[in-house]
């Protein structure tokens, strides 16, 4: 089959590989229709994530139909099916509290040392995502293997266009995470650190489970004016100070609650972002936390910090004493994708979440290096690109 | 052993693990490793599954076949450095039915492993292997097992999440992408 794999810093290529096939009793093969390149592969694409190997097959934003089935898979052949980024188990402690990103099982025994060195204890396994999540093979291909498919893909109804659902298998479900993780009351305000997709979806959700306010903020005019669509304030932190327009527009306050939708890439324009690109450069640290740092300063007195945004190590400067001094309460981590599953599927069908908005470039899987790069170099025009293997380019 | 007053931890987790085990009489040889996994099911069903001997080399990867001869004797097979395989006799020193399993091997190698399972409520059970060996070509043999990535405390590590994936979910976790890459990752193990 065909799919996309990875060999280095920005040099991914579209290559023949060998076929997936069942290999476990609860296994599922499926015929990709649709998947999508996640701002989080540009981690990958910029070679910020260890323990990836050349040759990896990347993606994990991908459905498809159920083309084989092991002996206890609980799907049918022909289904349609979104896959949850996630490999869980659903039968250990974690995964009985529907902490489904911290399955105990999905990640193989000989995989799992790296990530106890590096966390202290392993995390589920991940589609497409180095070898510190299980080295799985991903998405961004032709068919894919899916482990424990009787937990993980929901079926999606006949008649509903791939483009609607796509993104339950990680942004939506992500995006609404960071927005539930600020445990929103009446009245609250939340601010958005980044408007790609989890942002923009951490917006719909932060109204959709009741704040009153939310202000977003990036640099890229058209996402912001995404954002807008949505309802929300916006602030372009290439032309305004942060922390000042977040502390007026609160009446001095503070934001309730603060996202950081961007993770270990931040750009900005600040003393401490160049000197993180320096120490980062040299290796003396290795994720770059300006947004994180700035939802720290920002956030109001015994506020909520909510953490989407991917980490991969360390991060230098980190404003410890602001996080304990004002009580802030803190919330991340990689989503439990199949928690909100059936109750997101439920509210696309109901028309009350679009996320059809966001695909801006539909390409086929031949041409997925072109669009990695395009996706990298212009991300104001380039909001998301679905990938559809087998469809002829324009 | 100045701290034991005041420090509860396992005494194979201490800074002199090896004598500390051998000491609290969980092992008595040169190499000495305990590990502890907690696995939603109950005891009595790990101590079963354990019990049966010819079940080990479904999760334990060095071991090329067990053959059970009789209620406590057991003939097994693993895989060593350099393409050689080693072989011992195993007797079963001790069993505590949902409990305990205690065995001693003689061979060409000697070495002694003992698994507790204790129970852990809601949570189903905690199980704790102790091996303890005496390394092929005593401190050459240790440092070639370690290239190899045979190196017993990591390989148990790996064999006893193996044994929790295989009773909690029924099957084991692999990357392979199809039957024929598992293979091969199995033999470049």
Same mark, same amino acid.
């Given at each position: 089959?065909?799919?996309?794999?990875w060999h280095g810093k920005h040099d991914v290529?579209?290559?023949?590989?060998?076929?997936?096939?069942?290999?476990?009793?609860?296994?599922?093969?499926?015929?990709?229709?649709?998947?999508?390149?996640?701002g989080s592969d540009l981690h990958l694409y910029d070679n910020y994530i260890p323990s990836m190997?050349?040759?990896?097959?990347?993606?994990? !934003?991908?459905?498809?139909?159920?083309?084989?089935?092991?002996?206890?898979?609980?799907?049918?052949?022909?289904?349609?099916?979104?896959?949850?980024?996630?490999?869980?188990?659903?039968?250990?402690?974690?995964?009985?509290?529907?902490?489904?990103?911290?399955?105990?099982?999905?990640?193989?025994?000989?995989?799992?040392?790296?990530?106890?060195?590096l966390?202290?204890?392993?995390?589920?396994?991940?589609?497409?995502?180095s070898?510190l999540?299980?080295?799985?093979?991903?998405?961004?291909?032709?068919? #894919?293997?899916?482990?424990?498919?009787?937990?993980?893909?929901?079926?999606?109804?006949?008649?509903?266009?791939?483009?609607?659902?796509?993104?339950?298998?990680?942004?939506?479900?992500?995006?609404?995470?960071?927005?539930?993780?600020?445990?929103?009351?009446?009245?609250?305000?939340?601010?958005?650190?980044?408007?790609?997709?989890?942002?923009?979806?951490?917006?719909?959700?932060?109204?959709?489970?009741?704040? !009153?306010?939310?202000?977003?903020?990036?640099h890229?005019?058209?996402?912001?004016?995404?954002?807008?669509?949505?309802?929300?304030?916006?602030?372009?932190?290439?032309?305004?100070?942060?922390?000042?327009?977040?502390?007026?527009?609160?009446?001095? #306050?503070?934001?309730?609650?603060?996202?950081d939708?961007v993770g270990l890439e931040a750009h900005g324009l600040t003393a401490d972002n160049v000197y993180d690109q320096i120490k980062v450069s040299s290796f003396m640290a290795t994720d770059r936390p300006h947004a994180l740092r700035q939802?720290?300063?920002?956030?109001?007195?015994?506020?909520?910090?909510?953490?989407?945004g991917v980490y991969g190590g360390f991060v230098d400067k980190f404003?410890?004493?602001?996080?304990?001094?004002?009580?802030?309460?803190?919330?991340?981590?990689?989503?439990?994708?199949?928690?909100?599953?059936?109750?997101?599927?439920?509210?696309?069908?109901?028309?009350?979440?679009?996320?059809?908005?966001?695909?801006?470039?539909?390409?086929?899987? !031949?041409?997925?290096?072109?669009?990695y790069k395009?996706?990298k170099e212009?991300q104001?025009?380039?909001?998301? #690109?679905?990938?559809?293997?087998?469809?002829?380019?324009? | 052993?100045?701290?034991? =007053?005041?420090?509860?931890?396992?005494?194979?987790?201490?800074?002199?693990?090896?004598?500390?085990?051998?000491?609290?009489?969980?092992?008595?040889?040169?190499?000495?490793?305990?590990?502890?996994?907690?696995?939603?099911?109950?005891?009595?069903?790990?101590?079963?599954?354990?019990?049966?001997?010819?079940?080990?080399?479904?999760?334990?990867?060095?071991?090329?076949?067990?053959?059970?001869?009789?209620?406590?004797?057991?003939?097994?097979?693993?895989?060593?450095?350099?393409?050689?395989?080693?072989?011992?006799?195993?007797?079963?020193?001790?069993?505590?039915?949902?409990?305990?399993?205690?065995?001693?091997?003689?061979?060409?190698?000697?070495?002694?492993?003992?698994?507790?399972?204790?129970?852990?409520?809601?949570?189903?059970?905690?199980?704790?292997?102790?091996?303890?060996?005496?390394?092929?070509?005593?401190?050459?043999?240790?440092?070639?097992?370690?290239?190899?990535?045979?190196?017993?405390?990591?390989?148990?590590?790996?064999?006893?999440?193996?044994?929790?994936?295989?009773?909690?979910?029924?099957?084991?976790?692999?990357?392979? =992408?199809?039957?024929?890459?598992?293979?091969?990752?199995?033999?470049?193990?």
């Amino acid at each position: 089959m065909r799919a996309l794999t990875w060999h280095g810093k920005h040099d991914v290529r579209v290559e023949t590989v060998d076929d997936p096939g069942i290999v476990n009793p609860r296994d599922a093969v499926i015929k990709v229709t649709s998947t999508a390149i996640c701002g989080s592969d540009l981690h990958l694409y910029d070679n910020y994530i260890p323990s990836m190997m050349k040759g990896d097959i990347l993606g994990h !934003e991908f459905m498809g139909e159920v083309v084989e089935i092991g002996p206890k898979s609980t799907l049918k052949l022909g289904e349609r099916v979104v896959v949850p980024f996630t490999i869980a188990c659903g039968s250990c402690y974690h995964c009985g509290k529907q902490q489904f990103s911290a399955c105990d099982n999905g990640n193989p025994a000989e995989n799992q040392d790296a990530g106890e060195k590096l966390y202290g204890q392993t995390m589920s396994g991940l589609f497409g995502y180095s070898h510190l999540t299980g080295g799985y093979a991903g998405g961004q291909a032709e068919y #894919v293997r899916v482990p424990f498919s009787d937990v993980g893909p929901i079926v999606i109804p006949d008649g509903v266009d791939d483009d609607k659902v796509l993104f339950l298998s990680d942004i939506l479900p992500t995006g609404w995470m960071a927005a539930e993780n600020c445990d929103i009351a009446p009245g609250d305000t939340v601010a958005v650190w980044g408007c790609g997709p989890v942002g923009l979806f951490a917006v719909q959700s932060a109204f959709l489970l009741g704040a !009153e306010r939310v202000i977003a903020i990036d640099h890229f005019d058209n996402r912001l004016a995404l954002a807008k669509r949505f309802g929300a304030e916006t602030i372009n932190y290439k032309t305004t100070d942060v922390a000042m327009a977040l502390r007026e527009l609160t009446g001095g #306050v503070g934001p309730d609650a603060c996202i950081d939708a961007v993770g270990l890439e931040a750009h900005g324009l600040t003393a401490d972002n160049v000197y993180d690109q320096i120490k980062v450069s040299s290796f003396m640290a290795t994720d770059r936390p300006h947004a994180l740092r700035q939802a720290i300063m920002a956030c109001r007195k015994g506020g909520k910090l909510s953490i989407p945004g991917v980490y991969g190590g360390f991060v230098d400067k980190f404003p410890i004493g602001a996080l304990m001094e004002k009580g802030l309460q803190v919330k991340t981590g990689q989503t439990h994708v199949q928690r909100n599953l059936p109750a997101l599927l439920t509210a696309i069908l109901d028309g009350k979440i679009d996320t059809t908005f966001l695909i801006s470039h539909r390409m086929p899987l !031949e041409a997925a290096a072109e669009a990695y790069k395009l996706f990298k170099e212009e991300q104001d025009r380039v909001t998301k #690109v679905v990938l559809k293997p087998g469809m002829v380019a324009a | 052993m100045a701290s034991t =007053m005041t420090d509860d931890t396992p005494a194979a987790t201490r800074r002199d693990g090896d004598r500390a085990t051998a000491e609290a009489g969980q092992g008595a040889r040169d190499s000495v490793t305990a590990r502890s996994v907690t696995i939603n099911r109950p005891a009595a069903e790990l101590y079963r599954f354990w019990r049966d001997f010819n079940n080990l080399p479904k999760f334990m990867a060095d071991i090329v076949v067990i053959d059970v001869v009789d209620a406590t004797h057991s003939r097994w097979t693993v895989k060593a450095p350099g393409d050689r395989e080693v072989g011992w006799t195993a007797e079963v020193t001790e069993d505590q039915p949902d409990r305990l399993i205690a065995w001693e091997g003689r061979g060409d190698i000697r070495n002694s492993g003992r698994v507790e399972f204790r129970d852990a409520g809601a949570r189903g059970t905690i199980v704790t292997a102790t091996i303890a060996y005496d390394p092929p070509g005593g401190a050459l043999g240790k440092l070639v097992a370690k290239l190899f990535r045979r190196e017993p405390a990591v390989q148990a590590a790996h064999d006893l999440r193996r044994f929790k994936q295989l009773m909690a979910t029924g099957e084991i976790a692999t990357p392979a =992408m199809n039957l024929a890459q598992l293979i091969d990752d199995e033999e470049s193990r």
